[in-house]
């Protein structure tokens, strides 16, 4: 560590991205997590990506492939309750088969916590929080992302369904929409409309 930086706190994220090689790589959590140029992640989500990104290095510093779907797989057979005891034991032993001392490599998974400590103790990154304006926007934004991924993967199953004469059907159409019912006056919105309009009329009429 330089001169200038031994009056800051002991981290074990930065500890880390040194001996992993990885020291560009705090840059990119740091803007994640304050939604420079990238989708804002929280604390949480970024730990979870900071692990994955250690085990994708501990497996080409072992000369293995690091396919992303590998990757996701392998972090959640180690990491996730969910996971049986067998999966979880079988996962360590291919790994120990490639060359990975999974128990080094499980005890520099970090918390979220860590990565709060090293975003705004070790490189003195704030995030500020949105407008009303700004986060109605950012939302409405994901939604209609995730309109977009259901029509796109709808049209897809089908279309497979219909290939593979599984469905009769020829030329069709997917309508994929979402829909808020305010319920103390009854009035259905589109979902974007219901955002951009702040919420439902009947609550201001009172005002």
Known sequence: MSSDTDDRPSSKVARLLDEYGLEEFGRELE????????ERMSLRDLADYFNKRLLEQALRDAGQAALDSDVE???RNLTDDDVSTGVRTDTRTRLEREGLDVESLERDFVTYQAIRSYLKEWRGAEYQQPSDEEKRANDRESIQRLLTRTLSVTEDRIEKLRDTDRIDVEEFEVFVDAQVLCQRCGTQYAVTEFIDNGGCDCLRDDE
């Open 31 to 38: 803007r994640r997590w304050t939604g420079d140029g990238y």
């Open 73 to 75: 797989t392998t972090y």
